[in-house]
């Protein structure tokens, strides 16, 4: 056993990954409203994960998830093949008016002191419609999956899909995987069925079954109920407040072994001051800290969590999987889009060091 977590050392699947696929349109820097042709980038908290684990770091992975038989869905299924990511999809018909629908997220990318601007379309989406018993856990396991991750957006889609995770979580635990969630609290989805008290009640009961939780200061608070300490926080990148919060997450949850998370400090939209720490089966880490030029910040939270994971699933020193996530996430906002385009040799080398201007 190594940082508290019992990882298998080989299966079928590395990670397999259970949320909502969504697809992006991205206008670039031009706002919506004055807009006149998108990018599509396919997306998914928990998807790039699992995408940027396969297309980066050579890892077998897969995605539970919802899938609609139209053309949206039929392009992001190309997506999800081109990322080399196994799908494993409850097919829903459309019915060429009103859906089922891929949900659609619209966000701009900002520039200097314009921030970028998201909003949503998931008007009677698909992957919201998914509850227990339509997965078939036994074939999904059935080869061996070494690690098993969803997320706080899918929980929060309507009531039955924090039901599918926590069923998923059990299977997987019954199997012998490691088992994460992103909090990845969102207000905005929440109060559409639910809202805050309901949330918690959610949580709550999927983090019974998960060794390792990614979240921020915020996440923890609004996710989970716990309280802040009174620290005096002179930067984003203190992770005193957050370290100050462990002990009350795992009094409350003694199943967790790994709590994870970034550290960014917004100059402008295209200037972030960038870190991430993690405790690990009670100590901390901290990475270094270094300068972003940011193109698209959209899905640097979910490259810090697949570097992060790819480092205990390689059998990496916690430092350095801490420096992997902290390196992947950086180099994820470069890119445009939600998932990646590096290498995991750039990663290594920006993990030990390799420039922009790191400060150690």
Known sequence: MKYGLNIKPEG????????????????????FRKATHCDIHVSGGEFNV?????????????????????????????????????????????????????ATVYSDRGQGV???????????????????GDIDWGQIFAGGVRWFHSGGIFAALSETTGELIIEGMKAAKAAGAVTSIDLNYRAKLWNMW?????????????????????????????GLGIEGQDVHVTSKLDPSAFFGMIDRVTAMYPNVKVVATTLREVHSTNRHSWGAVAWIDGKTYQSPTCELDVLDRVGGGDGYAAGFFYGLLSGASEQEAVNLGWAHGALLTTFPGDTTMATVDQVRAFAKGGSARIQR
């Not at 079928?12 to 820097?29: E, K």
């Not at 080399?84 to 097919?91: L, R």
């Not at 314009?114 to 227990?132: C, D, G, I, T």
């Open 114 to 132: 314009r921030a970028p601007v998201v909003f949503y379309n998931r008007s009677n989406e698909a992957a919201a419609q998914l509850k227990p």
């Open 194 to 222: 639910g809202g805050h008290v309901v949330a918690l009640k959610v949580f709550k009961r999927i983090v019974e079954n998960v060794d390792v939780i990614v979240g921020n200061e915020e996440d923890l608070q609004m």
């Open 50 to 102: 699992a995408a940027n684990l396969s297309d980066c770091f050579n890892l077998k992975t897969g995605i539970v998830t919802a899938m609609v038989d139209y053309p949206i869905g039929a392009l992001i299924a190309e997506r999800v093949r081109a990322m080399g990511v196994k799908p494993f999809y409850k097919h829903f018909e459309h019915n060429g008016v009103t859906g089922p629908n891929m």
């Open 12 to 31: 079928a699947l590395d990670l397999v990954s259970l949320g909502a696929l969504v697809h992006r349109l991205d206008p670039g820097v031009i706002p």
